[in-house]
């Protein structure tokens, strides 16, 4: 089996080093200029390390961050790839750079509106980051690698390991700062799977029609999508059937769904979502 290719192109680094740049910045305008003075704790390695930071003010958040991260590195490099821990030791690096660097304060006067703030731009951070070919360490790396092996969607993993981050915002804190904490930790692992999946999220659909001939051919010519034929067999007259499946984009669902329409508009049509889809052509899984 052959390694890796770390760097594919010139344009792909380019492309990953921007966005884990952005998303460094980002994380760091949440981190310092709403968290920290509002209280709140963020989920996962940077959360603990925000904990520690609060009981020893003398250790910095940015060294606390690289100290953890190290285990994760490891499993990156094992279960992920080289590509993936490559960029995630760039993410990283650029996190604590950014963390160290990045000081504007963004207070608003409900502590509610600061928490739902800083949810939507932590979220943003990482789902940035996450198109890229690495991570900002941390919990990405474990919610990656859950992703790869089991499909479990990176916002759930960010938002279920995050238990223990409460818990320890709601000891050395208050429960009051852990309720916003679950705030933060929930939105940003919401705008997470939206940045990551939902924004380019397929669509499998099953079209069953006399015509699945016809409209195969113009799926073929004109959407210029793979169709699989499928054998069926009708329950209730017992009559064999061609089912088609195929997976679109979300822009070419409406052609398609009128390209149905106007070739049979009896057809009998089943879309889904997808959570995951890999392929060279249609796939929307970041090439970690």
């Not at 590509?83 to 990045?102: K, T």
């Amino acid at each position: 089996m052959q390694p890796q290719v770390i760097f594919e192109s010139t344009r792909q680094v380019v492309r990953d080093i921007a966005l884990i740049a952005a998303g460094s910045i980002i994380s760091a305008l949440a981190v310092n200029g709403i968290l920290i003075p509002n209280q709140f704790v963020s989920g996962g390695v940077t959360g603990i390390a925000l904990v520690i930071h609060s009981i020893i003010p003398a250790w910095r958040v940015e060294w606390i961050y690289i100290a953890m991260n190290i285990p994760m590195f490891i499993a990156a490099w094992m279960a992920v790839g080289r590509r993936f821990f490559f960029f995630s030791i760039i993410g990283a690096v650029s996190l604590s750079l950014a963390l160290s660097l990045v000081h504007v304060h963004i207070n608003l006067h409900d502590k509610l509106l600061n928490a739902l703030l800083g949810g939507i731009v932590l979220g943003a951070a990482v789902g940035l980051t996450l198109r890229s070919s690495g991570s900002q360490g941390g919990m990405d790396i474990l919610a990656v690698m859950l992703l790869k092996r089991f499909s479990i969607s990176l916002g759930n993993t960010i938002l279920f390991v995050n238990a223990v981050v409460l818990v320890l915002a709601a000891y050395f804190f208050s429960i009051e700062s852990a309720l916003y904490t679950l705030i933060v930790i929930y939105v940003s692992a919401k705008v997470v799977n939206i940045l990551v999946t939902g924004l380019s999220q397929r669509k499998a659909v099953f079209i069953i029609s006399p015509h699945w001939k016809v409209i195969s051919d113009e799926i073929l010519r004109d959407i210029r999508r793979g169709v699989t034929i499928l054998d069926g067999k009708g329950g209730f007259k017992g009559e064999k059937e061609s089912i088609l499946y195929t997976v679109v984009t979300f822009p070419e669902l409406g052609d398609l769904k009128n390209l149905v329409r106007r070739i049979d508009p009896g057809a009998f049509v089943v879309i889904s979502n997808t959570l995951e889809v890999m392929n060279y052509r249609i796939g929307n899984q970041p090439h970690w």
